[in-house]
Structure formats: structure tokens, C-alpha cells
């Protein structure tokens, strides 16, 4: 079972970027695919980005397309996001979390069966 924590909480002005970290317990962290997601009070949690195992494919959400990237160091055992020309709209809990499953994108929270804790993002306006 592999435990992951996020890190880079923060307050950032609309229009700055920021970067998240997602840290894995596992050594061979790039064997799941990893998504991040994000959440706001009363609405479902919401997907952001997805990176496969492997090779790397990568796949985002339209309302993040061209402003968030997701790497992997595999060295690290770590999943970054790294958010720029972020929005208001942007404000929210980020959780990343990773399957074993062999598939190129995952893009749906029942797909996942490790998470993190989440981490606080807030954009001021």
C-alpha cells in the first residue's frame, strides 16, 4: 500500500504560479498512474490532470489545459503540479492519488484507491 503526501500549500495572487508535490512511500512510484484532483465545499471533487505509469501520457483537464503541467521524478518518489496564470476558480483542496491500473488515463475518483491528504490552494482575486 503506498501512503502519499502533498505538500506547497498556498496563497498565491491570481495571475502567479505555484507548485504542488506529491510524495510517495513507495520506491517504484512510477509504476501508478497518478492523478491530481481538486475540491471545494458541496461540489464533488473534481479532475485535474493524470500522468500514466510507464511511459508517461498525460492528460488534463480543458479548465487547466495549457496552465498546469505534471511531472514525475521517479528518483524522488514524487508527482509535482505546477500551476500557473492560476485563477480564482483555481481555489481548492488538491489531492493526488495513484493506481496500479495499466491504463493510459484516469479520470474518475472511483479509479483511484490511494490518496493523499489534500492540500489547501487558495488564488485571491
Known amino acids: 500500500q503506498v501512503h502519499l503526501v502533498e505538500s506547497g500549500v498556498g496563497l498565491v495572487q491570481a495571475g502567479g504560479p505555484l507548485k504542488l508535490s506529491c510524495a510517495a512511500s513507495?520506491?517504484?512510484?512510477?509504476?501508478?498512474?497518478v492523478g491530481w484532483f481538486r475540491q471545494v465545499p458541496r461540489v464533488e471533487r473534481e479532475f485535474v490532470v493524470t500522468?500514466?505509469?510507464?511511459?508517461?501520457?498525460?492528460y488534463y483537464a480543458d479548465a487547466v489545459k495549457g496552465r498546469f503541467s505534471i511531472t514525475r521524478d521517479s528518483a524522488a518518489n514524487t508527482v509535482y503540479l505546477l500551476m500557473n496564470s492560476l485563477k480564482p476558480d483555481d481555489t481548492g483542496v488538491y489531492y493526488c492519488?495513484?493506481?496500479?491500473?495499466?491504463?493510459?488515463?484516469?479520470?474518475?475518483?472511483?479509479?483511484?484507491?490511494?490518496w493523499g491528504q489534500g492540500t489547501q490552494v487558495t488564488v485571491s482575486s
Open positions: 492519488a495513484a493506481t496500479l491500473d495499466a491504463g493510459s488515463y484516469y479520470t474518475y475518483t472511483f479509479e483511484y484507491e490511494y
Open positions: 513507495e520506491r517504484a512510484f512510477s509504476a501508478y498512474a
Open positions: 500522468v500514466s505509469r510507464s511511459v508517461g501520457l498525460t
